[in-house]
């Protein structure tokens, strides 16, 4: 196992489940923040099959009951959880989330972690051999590459295929004003060069993503706080919460990159890709978590039946995933063509008219 993001926890969790023991190559995590915090309501059954459903009882979350939209029209849509037929999930915050996850490994004897990264992989007659940054070597028949973005095995074994270049300006804002009960909301809007995401945290933090193509984005956006003020200004919903509520950026933004990017299989004969490392779509359906958690658990499944003999259960694996990748393009195209006003702008015109490469 390489990666120790929410794909790396679950698959390490489903494998001790089944009794398998796995060596974790799993670099701790020492960033400030991360960003992502919209878990959607399907991840209560997969954090349930882990034994993992109290984490979302920590009151660093908080349940998400309200979200407002204005995308394909002028008007704000106004949604409430009771409405949604699976409800609408968590607002998370992300570090103790991912820490609770992590927690929950140290307490399997089958998981052996080590705190180093993956430096190269190297294929042998009886399997792989793994040499990690810090020099230690392993020798495995299988392994599972829940290493992000960055698909350290998989783009190696496979071929990466495209949609877009999607970028994140992210930013956490403090409240100025602490005596302003802020609403407990999730607000998406849709602007011509791309579209905004803000949700409260339960700590009162208010994070907000801007996203849109690297070269629609103004250049050095990310050391220009003046340039980000000006854009939270400009638009017609977000600013209003952030200044009815006493918020706005202090910082310029950081920027990650969100295109939907996946591999063209996401198994091979001895490895397998979980995660963003097989599938990482543009965070507009707020499923990556979601689908981190639960390919982590196929890929679990799979490995484990591998190692007992059965010749298609990697095979079965690749073809769910692709079956998944199908699902989530043609989710992503619905939202995307709902959105109309701005269907000469380049960032919608190009999503109206892509094609993968
Ligand atoms: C701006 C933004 C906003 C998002 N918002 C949401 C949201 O609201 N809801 C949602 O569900 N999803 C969201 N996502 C997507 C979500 O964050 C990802 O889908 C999720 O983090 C994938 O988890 P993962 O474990 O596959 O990968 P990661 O979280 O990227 O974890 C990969 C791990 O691999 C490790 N690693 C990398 N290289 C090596 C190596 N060589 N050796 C060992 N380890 C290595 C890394 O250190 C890391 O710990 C968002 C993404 C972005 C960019």
């Keep these: 196992m390489v990666g120790g993001g929410i794909a790396g926890c679950a698959a390490c969790l489903a494998l001790a489940k089944r009794g398998v023991k796995a060596i974790w190559i799993a670099p701790e995590d020492t960033s400030a923040s991360k960003p992502g915090e919209s878990l959607a309501a399907a991840a209560r059954a997969l954090l349930d099959d882990l034994g993992l459903a109290h984490v979302l009882d920590d009151p660093a979350h908080r349940r998400s009951q309200l979200s407002f939209t204005s995308w394909g029209s002028d008007a704000l849509l106004e949604r409430h ?11 998370l915050n992300r570090r103790h989330f991912e820490a609770a996850l992590l927690a929950q490994t140290r307490l399997s004897p089958d998981i052996v972690r080590l705190d180093d990264t993956l430096r190269e992989a190297e294929r042998t007659a009886t399997g792989w051999h793994l040499t990690t940054g810090g020099g230690q070597t392993i020798g495995a028949r299988l392994v599972i590459d829940a290493t992000g973005r960055r698909a350290m095995i998989g783009r190696r074994e ?7 270049h999607l970028v994140a300006a992210v930013s956490f804002l403090r409240q100025s004003a602490p ?15 791309g579209w905004w ?12 993503n801007f996203y849109s193509d690297p070269d629609l984005l103004p250049r050095r956006i990310g050391q220009r706080l003046d340039l980000w003020q000006h854009m939270v200004r400009d638009t017609r919903y977000i600013w209003r919460w952030l200044e009815s509520a006493g918020y706005e950026p202090s910082e ?15 198994a091979g004969s001895d490895w397998l890709a979980a995660g963003d490392a097989a599938i990482s779509f543009d965070p507009l359906s707020a499923h990556g978590m979601t689908t981190a958690l639960w390919t982590g658990i196929q890929a679990a499944q799979a490995a484990a039946l591998t190692l007992d003999g059965d010749a298609s259960a990697l095979a079965g694996y690749a073809a769910r995933l692709r079956a998944g990748v199908e699902r989530f393009a043609h989710e992503r195209r619905n939202i995307y ?10 960032f919608w015109r190009r999503r109206q008219t892509e094609h993968p490469e």
């Design 252 to 266: 310029p933004p950081q920027l990650a990159t969100a295109g939907t990017v996946w591999l063209e299989t996401a």
């Design 81 to 91: 959880a009771a409405a949604q037929p699976g409800g609408m999930g968590h607002v």
């Design 158 to 164: 496979a071929r990466p295929r495209r949609l877009d």
């Design 337 to 346: 063509s709902r959105e109309m006003r701005f269907a000469h702008h380049p």
């Design 179 to 193: 005596d302003i009960d802020p609403t407990r909301a999730t607000l998406t809007e849709a602007v011509a060069g």
């Design 197 to 208: 995401y803000a949700t409260l945290l339960a700590d009162r933090r208010l994070a907000i």
